[in-house]
C-alpha cells in the first residue's frame, strides 16, 4: 500500500477507530521505547467518531511520528525522555492526534522545511518520512503539523475529518 501511495493509486478506506490504531502501533514501538529509556504513555479521548481510512497508511504515520520522537529524544540526559500519544476531537469535529515528546526541541529555522522531501535534520536521514507522513495525511483530507513543546521538546499534531451523523 505505500508503493500504492507513491504511485498515486487511491488508498483502501474503511472506518477506523483511531484510538485502536494509536494502541496498535504504540504496542509495536513499545520496546523501541524501552530500549531508549523513553517513557511511552497514551491519553486517549472516548467517544471519538469513526474515521475513513487506509489503515496501514495511517499507522505508518504514526509510527513514524513516534520513532523520531524516540530519536530526537536520544541525546537527552539531563531530564526524562517522556513521549505521549493523545487522541481527541479537533476544532472541526473530526478527530485529532497529538505525539508530544521532551527532546530537545525544534531549530526554528527549519520549521519551513521539516516537511520537504529530503530535508533532515538527522545524520543517518533520509528526509522522507515527514514528507510522506504529511502526503498520507492530506490524501486524507487532514492536516499534519508541528509546534513546540513547552518547556522542551516538540508536538507533532494530525487532524482528520470524522464520519458525520447522517441526519
Not at 110 to 139: C, N, V, W
Amino acid at each position: 500500500r505505500i508503493r500504492a501511495l507513491v504511485r498515486k493509486s487511491p488508498p483502501r478506506k474503511d472506518w477506523l477507530d483511531i484510538n485502536e490504531l494509536i494502541l496498535e502501533v504504540v504496542a509495536l514501538a513499545r520496546s523501541e521505547a524501552q530500549t531508549n529509556h523513553v517513557l511511552l504513555q497514551t491519553q486517549l479521548s472516548s467517544d471519538l467518531p469513526l474515521i475513513l481510512g487506509d489503515r496501514i497508511q495511517l499507522q505508518q504515520v504514526i509510527l513514524n511520528l513516534i520513532i523520531n520522537a524516540i530519536e530526537a529524544m536520544s541525546g537527552v540526559g539531563e531530564r526524562p525522555r517522556e513521549l505521549l500519544v493523545g487522541s481527541g476531537k479537533d476544532d472541526s469535529q473530526g478527530v485529532g492526534v497529538t505525539v508530544r515528546d521532551s527532546g530537545p526541541g525544534l531549530n526554528l529555522d527549519s520549521l519551513d522545511h521539516l516537511f520537504t522531501a529530503f530535508y533532515t535534520t538527522k545524520p543517518q536521514g533520509m528526509g522522507m518520512g515527514l514528507a510522506i507522513s504529511r502526503s498520507i495525511i492530506e490524501a486524507h483530507g487532514g492536516r499534519l503539523w508541528v509546534t513546540p513543546n513547552v518547556p522542551y521538546g516538540a508536538v507533532f499534531r494530525f487532524s482528520l475529518p470524522a464520519l458525520q451523523p447522517v441526519s
